[in-house]
């Protein structure tokens, strides 16, 4: 029965390799039955247009294909949530850059309507171009979560939870799913933009008729991102392993004091070398703002990149302390 | 009333029941096409889309076994209720009672 067969092997098409061949057996014998009883019934024979009756009736290709197999998720339920929060935080940061940006340009570029009209189509473009690339790396940070964590990554916290959880402190060694989420989203976000976006951080000023981009940070910075990013990536595997684990455990404390002491190091490297800010005095004095603006600007760009630096060590060196002191009670 | 909604209770309702259905019928293996003229004949009328796929999943929840064979020169998949169908049927036919007669009560 040709028509039979082309229909099953549409059908087979459309599923999984794993089970086509299975599945196309058990339709064909199938078909084959029904449309025997049917001849019989009709009291004709079984033939090509009693066949056709009997598929249209049986129902498209695709969509028989479609009830054997499982619903399927880019981003499934459990992490729908999650990927919702980090896209609300990413979209609202670009949002206050995207202002601040247009403000600084709007600033310094002429004050005409069709500056003004260039200058607030030109950030309409990047906003909407920042938007499309950051959903776009997020869905894909999340698809890939969705494929690597286990089924079972969130039971636990479904089947345990109990109403007097609320006033119970929280386990030092326990694990919120959503922390390494997060810490992985961001860092990912992170990697993305200082490797392969790095013309987004920083600003372009108007002046004598041409855009004049000055980034953010500064070559010393740059020379130190390989560092960086060793520092992120092993950051995201870490947050893999405690996803995975739900737990902290010595081994996962030790990795995470070397990453700890990494970014100290980084860090105070960096403090000791030249500026990583780029935003500074001298590359603003092309700018149309006035020496004092100028000054003031450059002092108060270097000074928040110098204690971003401080912070970074002292705040770092602290948790490198907190985790050794975890992992010695814990012995 | 919208009848669209209507049809689409009426198939959230027979959802739960159709399990019940399958493994009560399967005490004797019986092929797709038999099983679904059997639970025809008691009422119980049934798509292929539906049937199909479920006899997949509770053959792989291990609540029933299959096995092929070859029968008027045809290939055909046999189900048979598993030993942990059989110990799951009486369980889920009490919980049936349970819910009939609560329901019994409620729309009385």
């Given amino acids: ?331 | 009333m919208d009848n669209t909604l209507y049809e689409n209770t009426i198939l959230e309702l027979r959802r739960g029941v159709i399990v019940l259905g399958v493994l009560s019928q399967l005490d004797e293996e019986q092929y797709g096409y038999s099983l679904l003229k059997l639970l025809s004949d008691k009422g119980l009328e049934l798509d292929q889309g539906t049937l199909y796929p479920l006899l997949r999943r509770l053959e792989g929840q291990g609540l029933l076994a299959s096995v092929w064979k070859i029968e008027e020169s045809r290939p055909r998949r046999y189900y048979v209720i598993s030993p942990d169908g059989r110990e799951l049927l009486p369980r889920l036919k009490e919980e049936w009672a349970r819910i009939v007669s609560m329901m019994e009560k409620m729309l009385a």
Avoid: C
């Fill in chain 1, 1 to 331: 029965m040709k028509l039979i067969d082309r229909y099953v092997s549409e059908v087979g098409k459309r599923l999984p390799a794993k089970t086509r061949a299975d599945i196309e057996n058990e339709l064909r014998s199938t078909l084959e039955d029904m449309l025997e009883d049917r001849a019989a019934q009709a009291g004709q024979p079984a033939d090509e247009a009693l066949a056709a009756d009997l598929l249209k009736e049986y129902g498209a290709p695709d969509k028989v294909a479609a009830t054997y197999q499982p619903a399927q998720y880019l981003i499934g339920p459990r992490l729908y949530p999650f990927f919702m929060m980090v896209l609300k935080i990413v979209v609202s940061v670009l949002t206050g850059v995207a202002v601040f940006g247009f403000a600084i340009r709007f600033g310094s570029g002429p004050a005409t309507t069709a500056a003004f009209i260039s200058q607030i189509g030109k950030s309409l473009l990047e906003y909407f171009g920042g938007l499309m690339s950051a959903f776009g790396n997020i869905v894909i940070v999340f698809a890939i979560l969705q494929r690597v964590l286990p089924e079972s990554e969130f039971e636990d916290e479904k089947n345990e939870w109990n109403p007097s959880d609320l006033m119970k402190e929280p386990e030092p060694d326990d694990i919120k799913a959503w922390e390494p989420i997060f810490t992985i989203a961001f860092t990912v976000a992170g990697l993305v933009i200082f490797n392969f976006y790095p013309n987004l951080l920083g600003f372009s000023f108007y002046t004598d008729n041409i855009w004049v981009f000055i980034p953010a940070f500064s070559d010393a910075f740059f020379r130190m991102l390989p560092f960086i990013n060793l520092a992120w990536i092993l950051q995201i595997g870490l947050q893999l392993l405690l996803l995975r684990q739900g737990r902290w455990t010595t081994a996962s404390r030790w990795f995470s004091l070397v990453i700890q002491l990494l970014g100290v190091g980084i860090a105070a490297s960096l403090l000791t070398g030249p500026s990583i800010i780029a935003f500074n005095a001298s590359a603003l004095v092309n700018s149309p703002m006035t020496p004092e603006t100028v000054a003031l600007l450059g002092t108060i760009f270097e000074q928040i990149g110098r204690w971003a630096l401080i912070i970074a060590v002292v705040a770092g060196g602290a948790d490198a302390v907190k985790t050794l002191v975890r992992i010695f009670k814990k012995k």
